[in-house]
């Protein structure tokens, strides 16, 4: 369970780059949908980097149960 919470945090890691990529990309071509699409990316990385961090705690907390 514990290395669901790493794909999580490496999946909203990507989302992250990709949405900065987007965001700078719109404002180099002044486009702002190009710019909306990147904050909506980062946003959506921000929360899967968070059910990572939520999953390995309580993975974690499994473990320790043992």
Known sequence: MA??????????FGNKVKGEA???WGNI???NNRKS???FDKVRGEAQNEVGE???KFSNRNE???
């Open 64 to 66: 320790n149960k043992k």
């Open 3 to 12: 290395n669901d919470g790493y794909k999580d945090k490496a999946k909203g």
């Open 22 to 24: 987007k965001e700078q």
């Open 29 to 31: 071509t002044n486009d």
């Open 54 to 56: 939520t999953k390995e």
């Open 37 to 39: 699409e990147g904050k």
